[in-house]
């Protein structure tokens, strides 16, 4: 119980720390979001009555409280270009970024796994090297020429999934269908990445002294590594999956902009281009409060794998 308790206090510290930072970096930002609101040929005395109006005459620190106290209750503040409650604006990009990296995480993980093992179990021979080829064209490939050229062949061509745009979760099927490319568009590098990092973990592992006594006990190499090897290499491969999923949330910017996925980090670049501050603080925390999470779920998973992980 005392390491649970001890990992959840990081986890507030960590999630506060990080609060604090993004409003300071933010708030650094040139520009006064009055003056972006009025327009440049407001009046004076017009922008100081919006900047009390919106709290920006305050001090730092009544600010940054203010604004906590918001995301503690769920208010993240309007929108400056939409005027709309940002926390809604959220909501609904989570349904689409969320999902598209689960997908995307599901596909990697299934392509990764056999390949991996498979490799680990050939170490050397021809099978080996040629999932190790495949797996460095697959992290040398971009993933949006990758994403566009799944287009041209399963959009434009043979016409079996839609090329862009998000029907929305009221038509089921059709939302599926249309996170399905840019799901793969991004579990393509990450599974090559975490074959790579499973075959190195199981090849140091197979190497141990009791899985050399399970040999003798007369297990075959590949019994040996799907009953012992594998359980105890999952320990780097957790953390790979954490920063994959962390990167998948939040990274997808280019492929959500390639397939008009009106994801979390489309929302953040329109965010910036528009100059919208108050959604770039909201989102970018969201998506820091997401790594961070994912990061403590990582961090206990790594005791579920290893017991020897659950006092400390």
Known sequence: ???????????AVSLLVASAVIFAVVDLVPGDPASFVLGTGA??????ALREQMGLDLPWPVRYARWLGGVVTGDLGTSLAYKTPVA???ADRVLVSLPLALMALV??????FPAGMYAASRRGRA?????MGGTQLGIALPNF?????LVLVFAVRLRWLPAGGFPGWGHPLAALKALMLPAIALALPQAAILARVLRSALIETLEQDYIRSARAKGLSRGQALRRHALRNALIPVLTILGMQFSFLLAGAI?????????????LIFQAISQRDLVVVQSAVLVLVAAVILVTFLVDLAYAAVDPRLRGR
């Open 1 to 11: 119980m005392r390491p649970l308790i001890r990992r959840l206090i990081s986890l």
């Open 43 to 48: 009046r004076p005395d017009t922008v100081a």
């Open 88 to 90: 809604d604006m959220i």
């Open 107 to 112: 596909l990697a993980v299934a392509v990764a």
């Open 127 to 131: 099978g080996d090297v040629a999932v």
């Open 145 to 149: 020429w990758f994403a566009m050229l």
């Open 254 to 266: 280019i492929i959500e902009n390639v397939f008009y996925l009106p994801g979390l980090g489309r």
